[in-house]
């Protein structure tokens, strides 16, 4: 029997810890290609590359594995590698991360890394974005690997329901610590933006894009209440924008 | 009274045709201040520059209507309008666009100016995202014009929902042709990547992203069904990613 074919890429680049340690989970499981951004990608959203072009340098490592580092964003990787370098093989399961830093909440809308889950959700592969609450070059993705390694075993024997792919945030606590995973709705929350302002060398302006979380819902259910309390959240995401529920409403508009 | 404080930007740059249209209809209403990206910013999704600085380029136009050129995407224009340029003031109502080309269906998530709209909606503005399905810097914007009105004007009137905002979309024919508004969900389509590979002068590969737009939805409630039927499409849309429906199918996981 084939292994089962596993896709891995992220938005924080090919040589990011965080993707080291999501290859080493998905390679207890199957085969393994990696199509990875070249450079940080964070915070790229859904950007595809249409006004450039893009570039492609392929590298094998030593157990065989071949990892493709891509010019363009996370979801450009995607597309490049199911439409391009897979030749054709429908990967069995798209991984993407092990993020560094928070996609929780509204976090998702910004993120690279669940960009590319999304994207392959779209292409109808299952498709799970990894993160740890960590942005340190040396975070510890101990516990990161027990709980992704029981999400993709998961993940290759149960259906992914059509239209959803899957956001997971990890707690940055010790392992044994980690009170188990808990499926979450996306908490409501926005970002209070700070824009520090700066005077360059010839007394021009710039801007430096800051800014704190805020969190304005008080849910159990919700994806920061379960990090807050040590699980591993895991929120169902879906790429069908309408608010169906206000479709009513907007009939009294016209 | 004072005159509502509209906000206008776009993703195809502050010099595009189609938001010179879209200040025209807005200046109807209220103040103008526009903030749109210095250049061509389409699907970028909702990108947003963390990496880099980001610089505002304040010119006045005839009519004393200020309008920011800035260097990054168009999620970064809406946070530094509402945290710095604006100088506290919030807008009464933001508006993005006319895009040219269709933000329908699928389009929603790779496009830059739905993501000002949404970006918008998150701050707590009511937003609205326009788009005319026609590339050509001659597209004709007069009835993109008449309806963009139209929905300007309930917008003002009217509660937008918590969350909430609108994808509006215009087809591209003549005023006259347009059988009104409708009230629509998003089609279930995705695009079929094609990648045009070629050669640099170094005999080095290089890719350019291309496709085709693939419905598989033969609903007529949806966008694109309105749009083929003459129909300007209005799509309500949320930030609210969390798949509801499959959070219990997800229980039977862990």
């Not at 799970?128 to 027990?146: E, P, Q, R, T, V």
Request: glycine content about 8%; hydrophobic content about 40%; some cysteine.
């Amino acid at each position: 029997m084939n292994k089962p074919l596993i896709l891995v890429c992220n938005d924080d680049g090919i040589t990011a810890p965080g993707i080291r340690a999501l290859i080493e989970v998905a390679e207890q499981f199957g085969e393994v290609i990696v199509v990875a951004p070249d450079k940080p990608q964070s915070a790229m959203g859904h950007a595809i590359t249409i006004n450039a072009t893009l570039r492609v340098h392929e590298s094998i490592a030593e157990n065989g594995r071949r990892e493709y580092a891509c010019s363009g964003t996370p979801v450009d990787c995607v597309k490049l590698a199911v439409n391009k370098l897979l030749n054709g093989r429908k990967p069995d399961l798209l991984v993407s991360g092990v993020n560094h830093g928070s996609n929780a909440s509204i976090n998702v809308i910004y993120s690279g890394t669940m960009s590319a889950a999304v994207e392959g959700a779209l292409e109808g592969i299952p498709s799970i974005g990894f993160s740890l609450l960590n942005f340190s070059i040396d975070a510890d993705f101990s516990g990161s690997k027990i709980y992704a390694a029981k999400l993709i075993e998961q993940a290759l024997q149960k259906p992914m329901p059509e239209g959803v792919c899957l956001n997971v945030n990890f707690p940055n606590v010790e392992p044994e610590l980690i009170k188990g995973i808990k499926i979450c709705r996306q908490a409501k929350a926005n970002w209070d933006e700070q824009f520090d302002e700066r005077k360059d060398p010839s007394g021009r302006t710039y801007y430096w894009l800051t800014g704190n979380f805020r969190n304005f819902d008080t849910g159990t259910d919700t994806d920061i209440w379960a990090l807050e309390n040590n699980f591993v959240s895991v929120v169902p995401v879906q790429f069908d924008f309408t608010a169906h529920k206000s479709l009513d409403y907007f009939n009294s508009w016209v």
